[in-house]
């Protein structure tokens, strides 16, 4: 039998497709590729378990660290986790801010401030600046803590740094943690150089490759089963999972988790045009398609067809290059990235006219977690010979990472 009988029965079938369509308003994050055979279940964030973790914090003196993408889900928008613990009747006591501050809106690097939220009143305390672990004293009182933030699944951001130094404080506080898992958009895959010890900071606590694979939930398991806290340490910890997500699970973060990260590209180029931190190339910061692009004043024009001209925005007060035209490559359209590329930083270091300027050696080697890296680049090894290097080291780290995962 034909599928269309005739024209009625096929604006018939079209306008009831409409209409279907119509009456569609899920706004919560785009989960997953519809599959054709069987939809698969949406994510179901460990913030939206709320019959898990709410009768854990019942009664006692909660402190959570959070930031604009620690919010529930609802049909039609969100709410934040701070706001929804409060209407819950939970004792919220004060506020743990990470890196870019609680509403997300700092420079990458720039001191955040302690404060007040003029929404709830609550006490606002910095964890980035000169204070990045809390203090003995700032943990007094409390019963609980809460840490829940969106990671990109990057070791030079910040946000898991900040969740080992409060397992840590709360390690020696002997105050028990709650950990509310959140997907990891470049879960994919592991790749990258693997952090040396001698090089450990803020940019990478741990022994880790760049691009490690891990939700926050496994990664503080890791930290706490392996000894990573201080003085062999162990945090009384507690993992709230995510429903229906597997590591391969396309995952649209619907907030930026920081104001340089503006969408689902530049997420997945991050690692990749990460590296560009620790050079003096813009990656463009002080534009609207930051870690979509790349360029410098210094690079050989003759070599691009792409330029671009940063400016101050918001994000980005004082952009690498500010007000100069820059010579590079725009790759806003590129496909999704399932490997840590140096293609673009190995092409910029060959087109920079002054190789003199082109790295930042001490901020190069604290984002690579080597300085082997630039050595290489410098040296002109292939990108195929530098990435045989890491294998050793990556089959390392596998090892180890396997035995906590908790998703596929």
Known sequence: MPFFLNLKSTVLWFSVCLMACGQQTNVKPKSQIPNSKEEKKEIVVAANRTTAYIPLLKGKKVSIVANQTSVVFKEKGYTHLVDSLLASGISVKKVFAPEHGFRGQADAGEAVKDGKDPKTGLPIISLYGKNKKPSRAQLEGLDIVLFDIQDVGVRFYTYIATLQLVMEACAEAKIPLLVLDRPNPNAHYVDGPVMEKEHTGFLGLNTIPLVYGMTMGEYAKMVNEEGWLAKGLKAELTVIP??????????????????????????????????FEGTNVNAGRGTEFQFQRYGASFLDSTAYHFSYVPQPNFGAKYPKEEGKTCFGKDLSSHPKMRTVSLEWLMDAYQNCKDKSLFFNTNGFTKHAGTEKLQQQIEAGLSETEIKATWQQDLSAFKKVRKKYLRYK
């Open 242 to 275: 995510l429903e229906n997500y597997t590591h391969s699970t396309p995952y649209v973060l619907p907030i930026r988790p920081s104001p340089n990260l503006p969408n689902a590209k530049a997420v997945n180029l991050y690692p990749s045009l990460g590296l």
